[in-house]
């Protein structure tokens, strides 16, 4: 393998690698707050009482469970 080509790649992982990394993270951050849109307050109330509901009777026949 002659050294140039060696360098030539080596250009390309330096130069194609930052920028592929920045197109996922940027793509990350569009999914994310994308799906932060979705998700309303109404959701997100459901959601902690079918939670809070679902702690409640996993633990109701537990001693001192009775408050």
């Not at 998700?39 to 537990?62: D, F, I, V």
Request: proline residues 3%; without cysteine; hydrophobic residues 35%.
């Amino acid at each position: 393998m002659a050294e140039g080509s060696d360098v030539n790649y080596w250009s390309l992982v330096t130069i194609i690698g930052p920028l592929l990394l920045l197109a996922v993270i940027a793509w990350a951050v569009l999914r994310s707050k994308k799906r932060g849109a979705e998700m309303n307050q109404r959701e997100t109330e459901e959601g902690t009482r079918r939670l809070y509901q679902k702690e409640q009777e996993a633990h109701e026949n537990e001693p001192g469970s009775g408050l």
